[in-house]
């Protein structure tokens, strides 16, 4: 089946890629739609790994998935062929402890899509868990369940905050991860979003999505005294770290309210220091997240009733055939784009 294979690092090809699988009784096959590109796919394709996870031998890329269920394992009760679905990307073993303590997600035995030496999706058909397909309502395009993967990242940082109607937040990075992140506090019940970046465009982005987003260019301003400025001196209820920039990362107690909460999003390259000082003197709640767990039905529905609008987030769409000029394109990071997806025939 014609794939888009890393073979290894800054070298990619679209061709035939041997892949067996099985389906399951519990399984379904997918036609696949649409499939957003990442900044990890992006990331393994200039880099040839992250962290700890290396690519030894060609991997299949992608994990931001849309398309139609072609068939149903003989116990898949929930689906059935033809069902428009997203999938979520990362398969935990079920009986593993801390897949029965409700936290699949950091499940040390998870697998997930286009993780080494785990295959992704950008391939015209894929066998996944029912249990991790979710069927998709008329009015939710397959562009737009593509976003359910970046979104449900913003989606489980604000359950983590346990956001309060009316909290101000301030989210730093504007980035896909910060875009959903914001999209999401403001969904949870914020009635105010700060976003900062050091980049206009991403900036301009941003402020364009809501008009309860502030944006601060913090390499042109003090995003700190900005915002106490904007708060009667009292800070934000949450901030939400998605820059993953240690200078960045160091200084989020800075603008946080007493008692508040930081929930770390983005991922750091480098171990990074902060401040416990000014986190006690908060009393602050810290919090990290590791992708998601749980929400991908709750970004679904965010999606379907116009709570969460992601479509001003897909910038640019590129045909399957043309998958390795896509991730070129993505490696130089293009200004003004934000999530680039790739649709298949
Ligand atoms: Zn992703």
């Known amino acids: 089946m014609k794939s888009l294979v890393l073979e290894e690092k800054l070298k990619l090809s679209l061709r035939d890629f041997p892949i067996e699988e099985a389906l399951g009784p519990r399984d379904v096959r997918i036609g696949i739609h649409t499939v957003g590109i990442c900044g990890s796919d992006v990331h393994y394709y200039t880099h040839g ?3 700890q996870f290396i690519v030894r031998e060609p991997m299949i890329l992608g994990h931001e998935a849309s398309g139609t269920v072609t068939e149903v394992g003989a116990q898949v009760t929930n689906l059935k062929v033809g069902d428009r679905v997203c999938m979520e990307p990362g398969i935990p073993d079920p009986n593993s402890r801390a897949s ?3 936290m699949y997600n950091i499940d040390p035995a998870v697998r997930f899509w286009a993780t080494p030496p785990v295959h992704g999706c950008l391939r015209p058909s894929v066998v996944h868990p029912a ?3 979710f069927k998709l309502p008329d009015n939710v395009s397959f562009a737009e369940a593509a976003m359910v993967e970046p979104l449900a990242v913003g989606v489980h940082a ?6 309060k109607p009316g909290d101000v937040a301030l989210v730093q990075g504007a980035g896909p991860i910060g875009l959903v992140t914001a999209l999401s506090a403001l969904a949870a019940g914020c009635a105010r979003v700060f976003l900062t970046d050091v980049d206009d465009t991403k900036l301009e982005i941003g402020a364009s999505l809501s008009k309860a987003i502030t944006t601060i260019n913090v390499g042109k301003g003090d995003a700190t005294a900005e915002i106490l400025r904007q708060t009667e001196g ?16 160091g200084q989020v107690f800075d603008a946080l309210c007493p008692g508040g909460v930081v929930v770390f999003v983005g991922i750091p390259v480098e171990p990074f220091h902060y401040d416990l000082g000014k986190a006690m003197v908060r009393e602050a709640r810290v919090e990290q997240i590791f992708r998601y767990a749980h929400v991908f039905p709750r970004c679904v529905g965010l999606i379907a009733s116009g709570a969460i609008d992601v479509k001003p987030l897909i910038t640019r769409k590129f045909a399957f055939e043309d998958s390795v000029h896509a991730f070129e394109v993505a490696a130089t990071a293009p200004k003004g784009q934000v999530k680039m997806q790739i649709e298949l025939p």
């Open 158 to 163: 604000a359950t983590k905050a346990r956001v």
């Open 131 to 133: 249990d991790f397909t």
């Open 100 to 102: 029965r303590l409700g």
């Open 49 to 51: 790994g992250i962290g």
């Open 234 to 249: 009292w800070g934000v209820e949450c901030v939400f770290e998605c820059s993953g920039h240690p200078r960045a990362a």
